[in-house]
Antibody, heavy 116, light 107 residues
Framework: EVQLLESGGGLVQPGGSLRLSCAAS????????LSWVRRAPGKGLEWVSS????????YYADSVKGRFTISRDNSKEMLYMQMNSLTVEDTAIYSC?????????WGQGTLVTVSS | EIVMTQSPATLSVSPGERATLSCRAS??????LAWHQQKPGQAPRLLIY???TRATGIPARFSGSGSGTEFTLTISSLQPEDFAVYYC?????????FGQGTKVEIK
């Protein structure tokens, strides 16, 4: 069974940084692209970033480009998102998901709250 | 960026009735369209990809249709567990984009 488990969320001040992690299991990790998708309180889903299986190709939403960096460690079967220069608009539940076309499956998510 | 527009925003349906949800793309996405279901406190779940292919384990009462810019998700006979928010998502172009969601609520 494919499992994705996010961690690293929390409360951070505007301008601060946070690193999210996603532990994967149950599939051939290096063969799959992975993505981060977020949902702000009371809003819909927003794609954030995707990375190829090798890690050589990455894509970002304009809203996070230059501030967020997606990466992966295929030896540890881990996906990461380094988030810098956070703003209140980044407050959301961040979920990792398998794939970069359709997303399946999704993790439960980790809550990031940006507030002073 | 391709803008995905879903209608209606809220759909009130009685259990056992049919629900029809619409999704429109601002430009053609060919057949590269997925539907996801999200319930409160749960991770989203993929229902449909390729506009009409059910994901593994998805009941046959869920069906998708359409291509280009107009898509439909139909739930043939609503079950209590189907009351949720449904999102369409295009994966034809970067950035990937979602519709704003349709909430299916109990009438």
């Amino acid at each position: 069974e494919v499992q994705l488990l996010e961690s690293g969320g929390g409360l951070v001040q505007p301008g601060g940084s946070l690193r999210l992690s996603c532990a994967a299991s149950g599939f051939n990790f290096r063969s799959y692209a992975l993505s981060w998708v977020r949902r702000a309180p009371g809003k819909g889903l927003e794609w954030v970033s995707s990375i190829s299986g090798s890690g050589g190709d990455t894509y970002y939403a304009d809203s996070v480009k230059g501030r967020f960096t997606i990466s992966r460690d295929n030896s540890k079967e881990m996906l990461y998102m380094q988030m810098n220069s956070l703003t209140v608009e980044d407050t959301a539940i961040y979920s990792c998901a398998q794939g970069w076309g359709w997303f399946d499956p999704w993790g439960q998510g980790t809550l990031v709250t940006v507030s002073s | 960026e391709i803008v995905m527009t879903q209608s209606p925003a809220t759909l009130s349906v009685s259990p056992g009735e049919r629900a029809t949800l619409s999704c429109r793309a601002s430009q053609s996405v060919s057949g590269n369209l997925a539907w996801h279901q999200q319930k409160p406190g749960q991770a989203p779940r993929l229902l449909i990809y390729g506009a009409s292919t059910r994901a593994t384990g998805i009941p046959a009462r869920f069906s998708g249709s359409g291509s280009g810019t107009e898509f439909t998700l139909t739930i043939s006979s609503l079950q209590p567990e189907d009351f949720a928010v449904y999102y369409c998502q295009q994966y034809n172009n970067w950035p990937r984009t979602f519709g704003q969601g349709t909430k299916v609520e109990i009438k």
